[in-house]
């Protein structure tokens, strides 16, 4: 496994989670990430996307609530997650692929973790 999740916990409608994404296991640094959920039923969905130097890119449900970003010295990225929903309810994973951010389709990543689960009471 070369994306570790974390961060993952139960908390109410309106709170707030960070989820991390160890990708310390990752060669190089010129990497595109990404977030991807998934709920019982449903399709994976992309949450998010960063380069890891470059710009962001978002789901049109999370916008100005998710925050992804990325701390090179120490190979994580990061998802904050405000103002959380019950719709938000999914297991969170973490993605990869080398180079640059060209779509958000799971077929664009070749890296996964195993995810992290993000429970939101309403």
């Known amino acids: 496994v070369q994306l570790v999740e974390s961060g993952g916990a139960s908390v109410e409608a309106g709170g707030s989670l960070r989820l991390s994404c160890d990708a310390s296991?990752?060669?190089?640094?010129?990497?595109?990430f990404a977030w991807f959920r998934q709920s019982p039923g449903k399709e994976r969905e992309a949450v998010a996307s960063?380069?890891?130097?470059?710009?962001?890119r978002y789901a049109d449900s999370v916008k100005g609530r998710f925050t992804v970003s990325a701390d090179n010295t120490k190979d994580t990225v990061y998802l904050q997650m405000s103002l959380l929903k019950p719709e938000d309810t999914a297991m969170y994973y973490c993605?990869?692929?080398?180079?640059?951010?060209?779509?958000?389709?799971?077929?664009?990543?070749?890296?996964w973790g195993q995810g992290t689960q993000v429970t939101v009471s309403s």
């Open positions: 993605a990869a692929r080398l180079g640059v951010c060209v779509g958000l389709a799971q077929s664009d990543f070749d890296s």
């Open positions: 296991r990752l060669f190089g640094n010129n990497y595109c």
């Open positions: 960063i380069h890891r130097y470059g710009t962001t």
